[in-house]
């Protein structure tokens, strides 16, 4: 079974800040992690992933991840926030063996502010 | 829009009663996965579908079931229904039964309010 902990609930930043948005996961197998976005009133969208390689992968919207094996992280990275970055993200993990559903962090709201 | 269809979007209830959730998977997908997001709970995966047949159960409620139809759509039956089933329940589909690399696309979700 796996399971995936987002330390921070919420996450306030000014517009044009850095902001980085943790996530950590635990597995007893391989792991293939997802950064899913939501925001207001709309269902989920895929943000990014990491299946496999290079172990940092970037979203077209200048959000980055970095699979750190070592330190079972995938943190969520963008180097200048805008006001539309607004949403709550998840956190998600499908192991390679078994159940092939998502599991979700309890996911983070970014709140950028003017 | 990611193609995923939910109806209703919003249904209020009554305790003690029974509702069903209506999903449109993405022109082509064959699997069809419900989850529940509340706000103690988080997002919680509760069952999935493969071309007809149930794949993978999570943590759903025997009081809750689910089918997907020949023409591939899904229904998610909640009944006996309690003040704590309010959430916004998910359906996501993906191509295949969720090979590692499959992305599951979501829709808008309907927000089940229990009175």
């Known amino acids: 079974a796996q399971s995936v902990t987002q330390l921070d609930s919420q996450v306030p930043v000014f517009e044009e800040a850095p902001v980085e948005l943790r996530c950590n996961y635990s597995?007893?197998?391989?792991?293939?992690l997802f950064w899913y976005v939501q925001y207001p009133n709309q269902g989920l969208q895929l943000l990014l992933k990491?299946?496999?390689?290079?172990?940092l992968v970037e979203s077209i919207n200048g959000f980055e991840a970095e699979f750190n094996k070592s330190q079972t992280s995938f943190h969520l990275r963008k180097p200048s926030v805008h006001i539309s970055d607004t949403a709550e993200y998840f956190c998600?993990?499908?192991?390679?063996?078994?159940?092939?559903?998502?599991?979700f962090g309890s996911g983070t709201r970014l709140q950028v502010q003017p | 829009d990611s193609g995923v269809t939910q109806t209703p979007k919003h249904l209020i209830t009554a305790t003690g009663q029974r509702v069903t959730l209506r999903c449109s998977p993405r022109?082509?997908?064959?699997?069809v996965y419900w989850y529940q997001q509340s706000l103690d709970q988080g997002l919680q995966f509760l069952i999935q579908?493969?071309?007809?047949?149930?794949?993978a159960k999570g943590n759903i409620l025997e009081r809750f079931s689910a089918q997907q139809f020949p023409d591939l759509h899904s229904e998610l039956n909640l009944s006996s229904l309690e003040l704590g089933d309010s959430a916004l329940y998910f359906c996501?589909?993906?191509?295949?039964?969720?090979?590692?690399?499959?992305?599951?696309?979501f829709g808008q979700g309907t927000r089940l309010t229990v009175v």
């Open positions: 990491y299946l496999s390689g290079s172990t």
């Open positions: 022109s082509g997908d064959l699997s």
């Open positions: 998600a993990v499908r192991g390679d063996t078994g159940r092939r559903a998502l599991t």
């Open positions: 996501a589909s993906s191509v295949d039964g969720g090979s590692l690399n499959t992305e599951a696309f």
């Open positions: 579908y493969y071309n007809g047949e149930e794949r």
């Open positions: 597995s007893s197998v391989s792991v293939y």
